[in-house]
């Protein structure tokens, strides 16, 4: 608030992540005078909400797993008497005869949760069905006392984030959540781009926080659609908040780097609402993977969609041919799809396929019913030619990042598509030639317009894929020794002139042309990327070149100017030769290690 008084030319506000301290925000802005993103509901011209949550959504997904219950199941609703509370008559019908509705509103003494929580689920067995919508401090306790004793029950978390705070869950847990968890690559490459080194825990805690990097880039968006020609701040904020509005979720979409957002009457229409589940057999110690549940609820405008998901998970057996003048790469790999559709290679499209040496050759392997899910899983033998962005300008000491990108042909008729988890992504296989550096996934999200019928009207959508790459290193061995060995002999020679007297010159003059012509054939002998461009090995003869270029030219003129001058040129090349190399060098290493010449995985 001292920060908003001492700064009048603050145009743009976001909320408190507390809801207390926002409310407060809130009642002492003058609202006229900035826009203000607000999690809450009001009426003001320039406030936005920007709330991503569909309770009405949320709402169905639990009555949905739940309808595959019995009535007369025990179930446990634990809530703070807000959120979800609301909507209790809808998700627990009149139907069900064993429903518990248990309030924590007001308890958060730690001895007062855990006696509120000793009369409840000592109950518990693994029949029941336990419902959450407590903060950390209630939940932890009921997290912690299945984990110890072993019990089965099915727990709906519907608030809280339990990343880094458990060592295990060991009981059936399905999380209802706003938040899509798998990785989003523009966010990824920004994290890369800045090339701060971050822990898990740092990373988690950045990914939690980026919604605030949304805001600045969507005002900047929305700054693009505003005339240049605005005199006043009261017109600068109009035409500002109709930009907003603009963004309409028809006709555009804001994209951002790992949220979207469209707006009607000053609010963002773009739910979201993601159900996750938990495999033990992903989990180690203090770490417990999530992947979709099989179903998922999706909002769509006023409605809820339900879309089953389609799981693909990809095992490289060997990488080869991995060409950067064409940008294509071959591989073999077991395909392992799990889906509720026949044939699921036929929903499945892989977009990066080779366009100029097209192969994608799939042989089934075996096909497996796994107890009573309604899913078949898959595998298939795959051998494919995959295109990629080549990065040749550190070549032959280059990276490169290989992908495989698939999507859901379509997702209205097939469902969704996961994408492939961190911990499942496959870091072991057989590539000659180069070093494995880092393996990726994620998600990678493009807006596409599109212009329908004759009167071309304008439809913005959201176009996403799935990508598992991986970041490799050329070992660049050989390439190194079949210029570094003659180069350092041609070096040697050139530096051997400087040590000769000045009745030797022409033998000098003579060496020195031989070098640099040798030179020359070396490097049209050495294998260098097509298309052409200016490369690593480039720069190093480049370089070469400039350096007895330079010794040819300062021997040869200071032979004419007399002996006395010949040896103090030769004392200053002494000198310089080594240092510029020495500078090279350092040129060449600090281009190597640049940011801006490694790939991007987006």
């Given at each position: 608030l001292q920060t908003l008084e001492n700064s009048p030319g603050i145009l743009f506000l976001n909320t408190h992540v507390v809801g207390s301290l926002s409310k407060k925000l809130f009642g002492s802005l003058d609202l006229d005078s900035c826009i203000f993103f607000y999690s809450g509901t009001t009426d003001h011209k320039n406030v936005f909400n920007l709330s991503r949550a569909s309770r009405k959504t949320k709402s169905d997904s639990i009555k949905g797993i739940l309808s595959k219950y019995a009535d007369d199941t025990r179930i446990v609703f634990i809530h703070a008497g807000i959120r979800m509370f609301e909507f209790e008559t809808e998700f627990l019908s009149s139907q069900r005869s064993n429903v518990s509705s248990i309030n924590f509103a007001g308890i958060t003494a730690e001895d007062e949760i855990e006696k509120k929580l000793g009369g409840i689920l000592p109950g518990i067995d693994n029949r029941d069905i336990l419902i959450l919508d407590v903060g950390l401090g209630v939940f932890r306790s009921i997290f912690d006392y299945l984990n110890e004793t072993g019990k089965q029950p099915l727990v709906l978390k519907l608030f809280g984030s339990i990343e880094g705070r458990f060592e295990k869950i060991g009981f059936p847990l399905i999380e209802i959540t706003l938040e899509h968890t798998f990785p989003h690559l523009d966010f990824e490459d920004l994290i890369e781009r800045v090339n701060i080194p971050l822990t898990n825990v740092e990373k988690a805690l950045v990914t939690d926080a980026c919604w605030r990097l949304e805001i600045p880039l969507l005002v900047a968006y929305a700054s693009k659609k505003v005339k240049s020609n605005l005199t006043t701040r009261e017109n600068l904020l109009v035409a500002l908040g109709e930009g907003l509005n603009s963004i309409d979720g028809k006709r555009d979409i804001f994209v951002g780097k790992r949220l979207s957002y469209a707006f009607n009457k000053n609010r963002n229409v773009l739910k979201t609402n993601y159900l996750y589940q938990f495999p033990t057999s992903l989990q180690t110690q203090g770490d417990f993977p999530k992947i979709f549940n099989p179903e998922q609820f999706i909002p769509e405008g006023e409605d809820t969609k339900l879309v089953p998901v389609n799981f693909l998970y990809i095992d490289i057996l060997r990488v080869t041919n991995i060409n950067i003048g064409e940008g294509t790469w071959s591989c073999e790999?077991?395909?392992?799809?799990?889906?509720?559709?026949?044939?699921?290679?036929?929903?499945?499209?892989?977009?990066?396929?080779?366009?100029?040496?097209?192969?994608?050759?799939?042989?089934?392997?075996?096909?497996?019913?796994?107890?009573?899910?309604?899913?078949?899983?898959?595998?298939?033998?795959?051998?494919?030619?995959f295109d990629f962005i080549p990065v040749a300008d550190n070549y032959p000491f280059d990276w490169q990042h290989v992908f495989i990108s698939f999507s859901i042909a379509d997702q209205n008729k097939h469902g969704i598509i996961q994408p492939t988890p961190e911990t499942l992504l496959d870091r072991d296989f057989r590539i000659e030639g180069w070093n494995l550096k880092e393996a990726t996934s994620g998600v990678l999200r493009q807006k596409e317009v599109i212009h329908k019928g004759t009167k071309l009207i304008r439809n913005a959508e959201i176009r996403e894929e799935s990508r598992v790459g991986w970041i490799l290193a050329r070992t660049n061995s050989v390439t190194v020794m079949k210029i570094g060995i003659p180069l350092s002999f041609l070096l040697f020679l050139n530096y051997y002139t400087l040590f000769r007297s000045f009745e030797d010159i022409v033998n000098s003059i003579g060496l020195l042309t031989t070098a640099f012509l040798s030179g020359i054939a070396l490097y049209f002998s050495t294998e260098r990327p097509q298309p052409l461009r200016l490369t690593t090995v480039d720069l190093i003869f480049l370089s070469y070149y400039m350096l007895i270029g330079v010794t040819i030219v300062v021997t040869s003129v200071s032979a004419f100017l007399g002996e006395e001058i010949f040896i103090l040129a030769m004392t200053g090349l002494k000198v310089v030769v080594p240092l510029g190399l020495i500078g090279v060098f350092g040129l060449i290493k600090r281009r190597i290690e640049s940011n801006r010449l490694k790939p991007r995985i987006n």
């Open positions: 790999f077991y395909l392992d799809v799990v889906s509720p559709h026949n044939n699921p290679l036929q929903i499945i499209n892989f977009n990066n396929l080779s366009a100029i040496n097209s192969k994608f050759e799939a042989k089934p392997i075996w096909e497996e019913h796994v107890n009573e899910e309604k899913e078949n899983s898959y595998r298939y033998y795959v051998v494919a030619n």
